[in-house]
């Protein structure tokens, strides 16, 4: 027994190291940016580590019009790898559907305070438009 608790607060503050320096996850996606005629795009290319305002644009140039919802995560380019940034609390999306006629475009504020503040670096926006992951990247300085 005594074993055990002397153990506890080493294994604690084990815990809590690995908590604090958590690595982020691999994306999962290998390939992005591959619907025809759709494309994302953000409101400008260099953004500061927080308070900016982020416009995204799906911008629909096929034959064909797009459903999608408002659900997006953010990556970030490490060692040339992407990895899945983390917010810093949980993020809920309202289930709707977004219809894009053909040709036409549509912007949307995103919130990324519960991502603030960013560090330098490569990041991108990953939405899921028709099943296809479409991604627009940028830069934070």
């Known amino acids: 027994m005594k074993t055990i608790l002397k153990l506890s607060p080493i294994l604690l503050i084990g815990l809590l190291l690995i908590a604090c320096g958590e690595t982020n996850e691999p994306s999962p996606y290998e390939e992005v940016n591959t619907l025809d005629g759709v494309e994302l795009q953000l409101n400008q290319p260099v953004y500061e580590s927080e308070g900016d305002t982020f416009l995204l644009t799906v911008v629909n140039n096929s034959e064909v019009e797009v459903t999608y919802g408002i659900a997006f995560t953010v ?16 993020m809920a999306f309202i289930l709707i559907a ?10 949307e504020e995103l919130f990324m ?17 028709e099943g296809e992951v ?6 934070v300085e």
Do not use: K, N, S
């Not at 603030?116 to 990041?123: A, K, S, V, W």
């Not at 479409?134 to 830069?139: G, H, K, R």
């Open 75 to 90: 990556e970030m380019l490490e060692d040339e790898q992407w990895v899945m940034v983390e917010p810093e609390e949980e």
């Open 98 to 107: 977004h219809i894009l006629p053909p040709g036409d475009e549509a912007e």
């Open 113 to 129: 305070e519960y991502y603030e503040p960013f560090e330098q670096g490569t990041y991108r926006v990953v939405r899921q438009i």
């Open 134 to 139: 479409l991604t627009a990247e940028f830069t």
